[in-house]
């Protein structure tokens, strides 16, 4: 069954400190693994898009890695900013038939001062 | 920089109205999807577009039509609205299914 699992659910750290959200998936055959930021009452906005011959990933604070061997990505956040509370979506393409899109349910990230 | 714009923001239904709701995308993307997003679950897709004049159900479609008469809409269509479709609905929009994609800022919607 192709799944998307996010660990953890929530995660509460301190302004200034670094973070790393976890996804593992089995989605097969592989296409593509994006992760977005949701904020609160907002739509979903594009962070990294990775195919399989990508294995790191930058745009500014955020860092995604993937090892397409072991089907695993994770998103490190560098010095935290309170404008990083969202939720952190990690989401998998398929790449047959119409590239299927499984999303995971995300990771509730809360920065605190 | 519009994007992508959807409409309504909110709205409440009573069990068994209809509504239409508004997608629209300024970027001239071939690729339209709706989705909706219910709370601890992904998003989950209904349907989807290659492009103006073609649709395809997606992973949820029950309850729902969509038409893609233009490059630029999308709208999604409520039949005959149930308690369960009771979620935020968000519409995005890319050059292709495999590409960046771009969400719209969601609709709550509430059926009571």
């Known amino acids: 069954k192709n799944q998307v699992e996010q660990s953890p659910q929530s995660l509460i750290i301190l302004e200034g400190k670094n973070c790393t959200l976890q996804?593992?998936?089995?989605?097969?055959?592989?296409?593509?693994l994006r992760w977005y930021k949701q904020d609160t009452g907002r739509g979903p906005v594009s962070l990294t898009i990775?195919?399989?011959?990508?294995n790191t990933k930058s745009n500014g604070r955020y860092t995604a890695t993937l090892d397409a061997d072991t089907k695993q990505s994770s998103l490190h956040i560098t010095a935290s900013q309170l404008s990083d509370s969202a939720s952190y979506i990690c989401?998998?393409?398929?790449?047959?038939?119409?590239?299927?899109?499984?999303f995971g349910a995300g990771t509730r990230l809360f920065v605190k001062a | 920089n519009a994007g992508v714009t959807q409409t309504p923001k909110f709205q409440v239904l009573k069990t068994g109205q209809s509504m239409t709701l508004q997608c629209a995308q300024d970027?001239?993307?071939?690729?339209m999807s709706w989705y909706r997003q219910d709370p601890g679950m992904g998003l989950r897709l209904i349907h989807y577009s290659v492009g103006a004049g073609i649709t395809d159900q997606g992973e949820v479609p029950n309850g729902y039509n969509v038409s893609r008469s233009t490059t630029e809409d999308f709208p999604l269509r409520l039949l005959s609205a149930a308690p369960s479709q009771t979620s935020v609905y968000f519409c995005a929009s890319s050059i292709q299914a495999d590409t960046e994609a771009f969400f719209g800022q969601g609709t709550r919607l509430t059926v009571v």
């Open positions: 989401v998998v393409q398929r790449g047959t038939g119409g590239f299927k899109t499984i």
């Open positions: 970027m001239n993307h071939e690729y």
């Open positions: 996804c593992n998936y089995t989605v097969s055959p592989f296409s593509n």
């Open positions: 990775m195919t399989f011959s990508e």
